[in-house]
Structure formats: structure tokens, C-alpha cells
């Protein structure tokens, strides 16, 4: 993949504003937001049973995110889903700490498998917990890989769940069970900074909505953001997780299509 | 109204520190506490059943904001309105999204008249949809104008809610069915911001607990509101939406008379 | 204690990355990750009572907050804990506005008196209400000292409540009924940030992750975060609560043993 397929990607998210739906964690639903205002998405978070269908059929991308997931959620969750798999609108999930608790594991199955999936973007644990392998798993932000790799994983995670699978970490896998790639962008400060990954989903979830093969949708995704990072960090004096957290909003603004073109490591593997 | 008047309301919210009481949505809870501290009132939030008629009664204002309802959130703003009528403390409704699903629009009208409401602080398409006029929403960002003009629909919606009405955007109009204040301040960058909106509706809640005739607050906040968003812009290198959002915070903390008395563009016109 | 000492405990803290499981008030919820992220632990927000009950199992600690709680939150704060007490797993319970209504105090009486608190950190006020004396409050912000003494407060609620208690005000007092600790780190500029007691909380809990002696750790963390505040305000050009906020969260991630070696003024007084 080019990177001036990325860049007409980002740009039409920038053109066409599309609305992304979440329905996300408490920690992160300021970033999330502020994250895709920058990026020229229009985000709105809606919880409720009783709107939840009508706001994800008006939508161009529903983001399910379980982070701080409970009984009330899950079952908007499914509400929101069904209603944008009735009307053609691309559902991400977000399984954060799949694997952490049997309830987070059992819930993002019962999602995966219920719901119909454009892409599901997760550390290596989580998307391994999906996908019944054991990874290790602490809380919610680990998932260095202990066994396996983490690009074959997204491929037979792709197959096996049949859908795009992002896994995230110091390379992003990308694949939809036939094509792979990888993206070598991003910086560790990434780490330090809460909802990075989940407001990568949600970026997802901007980029599917204005591009309909998911597979370059969420690698290009990934791209983008792993550049924006990049170029945040470059203007710090520091590497502080704090000052990173606004330059990086100010680089998701505007982050120009000539450092998208130097930065980007966004190649396709064989899968 | 002059930047004098202004001036000694805000005056008033910096050594009263009133408190002001929010139920408000997910996204914007600590943007909101951060910009109600920096101005000088007292923040809390407070969403059981059990305790927000409490709440409510030591409050300087409570401020009732559906942009992440559900039915027990529903169910504690009445409780919490009918405590804040009850004891006449003003309450200051902000509609988010209403026009965007019809449990939103039939939930934010439920409310201005189940409750007396002291101000309505949307955008236009906000404020249309509970005044019964037909504008355009897209999600909760947008309320561009399609038809009709939104200083008459501010004093429509006034006359027909028997409340202030404030309508934001790039003017912003406030009115009381009799008066109409048009407000000129502000800045772009305020829309690549989660929250301005939500945060103004808890400032004019600020200035409402020190200043009772609500349409002089509500238009005095507007202004304040709008002085500090420029007064922030000018401090940045670059117009991004991060940086932004912390020199903005900065500014309500120390945005001072003089600045205030430079920029003001706040205009009683012809209703 | 010795400067030494507390920089031990912090040493043990970025080398363990302690797992803190928090249940907390949604307006906190971006910032205590963060804050807890930057220095080195690593946070979690589970609030499902289909789940805390495993999440508190695997954590180093456990934060109950009760800033903005509900019938369900207290039900999960009671499973969490008690899953915590049962794996000797330290509690530390915040009683956000405590004494502002009756159902906050009755609730933060309630779980210290059922579950086994390790560490309660809250104003002076807060501490009042739970140990049944009788301070004023105004909404969540306050806790001037009114009568009495904070100092004596401290040692008094420690022994009735049988637990460490922390007092934070201009002086920080720390006691655990025998021993007490005076702290006097710290800028004002934190009491214009939302939160800023609520992450305290969430980082004397990673602290008692590491060290077992927990008035120890809890006055370690006193002192490392008020050190860390002057720090950061040392960094501002001007005092402002934006900018505070992000030096804030860098200071937390770099903050040197050398810095909290020259700034420190924790010592052990007459109890």
C-alpha cells in the first residue's frame, strides 16, 4: 500500500466529516472525541437503548468499545450493532482487556460472533483471547507477545473470526485473512498516554467510513495515526507523556501529506 | 449591555465562587470541572437519585446536559430540577443532539416543560428542534443554518419556551422573548474542541448563580466565553485544536478587564 | 522519613508497574490514568459487578472513589472490595464529598465500616464527616479547616476508623492512629485542577502495592506528588492551571530522585 492511498483516504475523512459512533469507556471518551475532531471526523457518543439505533443508522461507522463495559452497555452495544448491520454502517470492536476477566473475554466473543465485524483492533492478548489462544494479559495494557507472533495471529485471527484484525504494538498487523500488512510508525509514548489505542479504533472507524475495503481502511488508519505520533514527538523538547497527549491532537489536525509520504512504513507482507 | 456590566459578573463569579451542580454527559466531565475552577466557581457533579435533590438545594445553579442520557439520568434531572425550583436556584438546560434522535428531542422537551427553566444554551438546530421548527442536525456537532436566521428563532423560541434562550455560533444571539443580545466573540478553533459548548452552558449556570436578571448573565457568560477563546488563540505559534484547549482553560482563569473591555462585541439589537 | 525512603518506593513502583484497579468518579477517570500511567503504574477502570470481583483479585490495589456514585457502583465498590480484603489486596477508599449530602456520607461510612480500608485519603472535611465530627463542606472543592486541627483529625479518624488516614490541605497530614506524618509539598495551582485529590488517591494506592507499611507509602506518595506539583510549577512561564495540568502529568513521569531529595518536607511530628 502507497501512501498516497493513505493520504486520499485521510483526506476524505477531512472532506466528508462522517459521523462515528461510540459507545466507549469513561476514561476515554474526552481524548476519543477531541481525537477525531482533530482528525476532521464528527464523533458523538450515544448510550442509551432507546437512541442507539437511530443514531448508528444515521452514522458512518459504529465503534463498540468495552472498556468499562456493563450489563446496560453490552445490550446498547448490540442494539447499535444490529441496527448498523441492517443499514450497511461498518462496526469496530475495541475488545480492551479481553482476556483480563471472563467477563470482558466472554462479552467481546459474544460481540464478535453476534454482530457482523468490519474490523476489530486490539493488542496481541486481546485479539488472542478472541481468537482462543493464550497470551498473557495484565489488566488492560499489556500484551507483549510471550509466544507465537503476533503477525501470524492476525492472520488466523482474521480467517477464524472473518473480519479485518488490527494488532497493534511496536508493528501494527493489519490483515483480513488473505492480505497482510505492516506498519512499523508510531513511538512509545503512545504507552503513556491512556486511550491511544482506543482512539485508534475509533480512527478506524473515521477511515472505514469513507472507505469501504476495510482491509486498506484500517492500514491506512494505523499509518496515519503512527505518523501523527511521530511527528508530535519531533516537536517536544521532551519526551513527556503529558505535552505528547496535545501535540499529538495539534498532529492528528493537521498533519501534512508531505510528512505522511516521508514517514510512512506501511508495507504488504505475505500473509 | 457594556463590557462593564460583564466585567462585574464575572467579578462576582470570581469571589463568590458559586457552586455549580452538573449532570452532564461523559465526555465532557472534567472539561467542564477544569473550565468552571478556572473561572472561579465550585464544580461538582452528582448523578444518584438518592442525593441530587441535595445537591441541587446548595447549588448555585444546576446544569442539565442530555449528551450521554439514559433513562436513570432522565430520571435524576427531574429530581434535581424540581429540588432546584423548588428552592429557586436556577437551572440551565443544554439540549446536545437534540433534532439527532427522537429520544433526545422528546427527552430535551420533556424537560423545559416539566421544569422552569432559567436558560436553553444550544445551537441553532438544538434550540429549533425543541422550539418545533424543522432545521438540519447531523449528530451533536453541527446546527449550521438552513433556513430562517438565528437571532429570530432565538427570540421565537424564548417567547414559545418562556425562558432565555442562547443560540451559539459563529454569532451568537441570547434572548428572553423581549431583548436580544447578539454576541460576536469567539473563535473557529472553539468547534475542534469536545466540550466548548457543554462548558458555556456551565459558565452561564457560573453567572447565573451571581446575577439574577438570567438574560444579562447568559449574555454576559457568551461574551466572557468568547473573550477568553481569542485571548487564547493569539497565545498560540500555531491555530491547533490541543494547544487550544489548554490556553483556554488558562484564559478563563486570568482573562482580565482590560482584555474583556478591548474585545467585547456584545450588542443589545432590535428584537 | 527520609527522602530516601520515599524515593525507594517510588523506584519499586516504575519497576513493578503495579496494577491499579480503580472504580472512580467519572469526571476523573482521563487523568488518574494518566497520572497513574506516568508514573509508572498501570491503571484500570472495571466498574461491572460481573467482573471487580476478579479485576481487584489480580490488582496490587484497589481505589474505591465515590465522586459521582449510584446504587450499582456502591453494590461493585462492596464486591471489589470484599474480593480485595479476601487476597490481601490494599483498599483505599476516597470519600469525594463526604458531609456535602447525606447519601455520600452514609455511603463512605458504610464501606469503611464493611470493608477493611487500608488507606482513606480525603480534605479535612471529608475525614470529619466520616469520623463523625462536624466541619464544613460546600459541594466536593472544600474542607477549609473550620475548628479543630487537622493534624490531631487525622490521628483521631486513623485510631476510630482503625485504617491510615491522609488529610491533604496546605500541610498534608498522615497518620495511622500512632505515628504521624506532616507534609508540607505542594502548590495551590492544584486545587485549580479537577482531580488533582482523586489521583492522589489512585497513587497512594500504587504505592501501597510496593510497600506494605502503608502509612509509609501513603506518606511517600504525599510527598512524591507534592514534589512533583512544585516541580511542574517551577516549569510555568506563568501559574496557570491549563499548563499545570500537562507539566503536572511530565513531572509525574520524570520526576528525579535528586529533585525529591532537595524539595522534600515530610517529617514525622508528635502525634
Partial sequence: MMSIQAELILEKVREQNPLVHNITNTVVTNFTANGLLALGASPVMAYAKEEVADMAKIAGAVVLNIGTLDERIVESMLIAGASANKHGVPVIL????????????????MLAETLDIAVIRGNAAEVASLAGENWEIKGVDSGAVR?????????KAAKQ?????????????????????????????QTKVTGTGCLLSSVVGAFCAVEKEYVFAAAAAAAVYGCAAEAAVERLNRHEPGSFQIEFLNKLYNLEPKALRERMKLEEVLA
Fill in 147 to 155: 509466544a507465537g507472533d503476533a503477525s501470524s495471529l492476525s492472520v
Fill in 94 to 109: 475495541d475488545p480492551v482487556g479481553a482476556g483480563a476477566t471472563p467477563y470482558r473475554t466472554e462479552t467481546a466473543k
Fill in 161 to 189: 473470526l472473518n473480519t479485518v484484525v488490527v494488532i497493534t504494538g511496536k508493528t501494527d498487523f493489519i490483515s483480513d485473512g488473505e492480505r497482510l500488512f505492516s506498519c512499523k510508525n508510531g513511538h512509545k509514548l
